[in-house]
């Protein structure tokens, strides 16, 4: 599925929908180049399952769990990564197979720990289409 956004607001409204239509377990790649959206696309996630508490990528502590929505949701920031086992210092797998929503930024720095049942949500801009232009591209994994 592709979706088009000319606005941060659509692009937060997206991301409300796709937490509105989630299950619980369900894991959540998102891909996309620096400034692209994806914090924003974020915390429309968080809208969507009821958190109400500021949401930001947590970049330095690589991993924040909200719990205040109708499921938790474990937001994954893993561009500092060096090593994919890293991620086990965090107990990552507790959140990748638990009850909640998890969703990683910049999930193909450790592409081979995502689980097979991944979603994957790219974000991309096109400046000739304008500066808020962008094209997000949704797709379900069927296997690594």
């Not at 924040?64 to 991620?87: A, K, N, T």
């Amino acid at each position: 599925m592709i979706i088009e956004t000319n606005s941060e607001k659509e692009t937060r409204e997206v991301g409300r929908q796709i937490a509105r239509d989630a299950q619980a377990g369900q894991v959540f790649a998102l891909v996309g180049d620096l400034g692209v959206g994806k914090t924003v696309f974020t915390q429309g996630m968080a809208e969507g399952l009821g958190i109400s508490e500021p949401v930001n990528s947590p970049t330095f502590t690589i991993l924040q769990v909200y719990e205040g929505g109708q499921l938790p949701f474990y937001h994954f920031d893993v561009y500092r990564i060096e090593e994919p086992e890293e991620m086990e210092e965090i107990g990552y797998e507790d959140c990748f197979y638990g009850n909640g929503i998890c969703l990683v930024e910049w999930a193909d720095l450790i592409r081979e720990l995502m689980p097979e049942h991944t979603v994957t949500i790219t974000i991309e801009k096109d400046l000739s289409r304008g500066f808020d232009f962008r094209k997000i591209t949704v797709e379900q994994e069927n296997g690594k």
